[in-house]
Nanobody
């Protein structure tokens, strides 16, 4: 059974940091590119960060470049999103996604709220 389980969300003050984790099981994690998406209330889902198989290539949305870092640990079947210098506009539900050709798996998401 395929599972993607996110953790690490919560309430943080502007300027603070959080690290999100997404633990995968039920498929060959190392063969999949991994992505982090977010969706804020009333807004479309946005691709925040992506990492290739092996971790050699990463891409970021312009809105998070220089503040967020995506990484993966294939031995632990886990992908991370380190978020720093958080802003209120980063408030959203963050979901991880595993993608390989026509196969695409999603987690349930974790809420990140940036507020003073």
């Amino acid at each position: 059974q395929v599972q993607l389980v996110e953790s690490g969300g919560g309430l943080v003050q502007p300027g603070g940091s959080l690290r999100l984790s997404c633990a995968a099981s039920g498929f060959t994690f190392s063969s999949y590119a991994m992505n982090w998406y977010r969706q804020a209330p009333g807004k479309e889902r946005e691709l925040v960060a992506a990492i290739s198989t092996g971790g050699g290539s990463t891409n970021y949305a312009d809105s998070v470049k220089g503040r967020f870092t995506i990484s993966r640990d294939d031995a632990k079947s886990t992908v991370y999103l380190q978020m720093s210098s958080l802003k209120p506009e980063d408030t959203a539900v963050y979901c991880c996604n595993a993608k390989l050709l026509m196969w695409s798996y999603w987690g349930q998401g974790t809420q990140v709220t940036v507020s003073s």
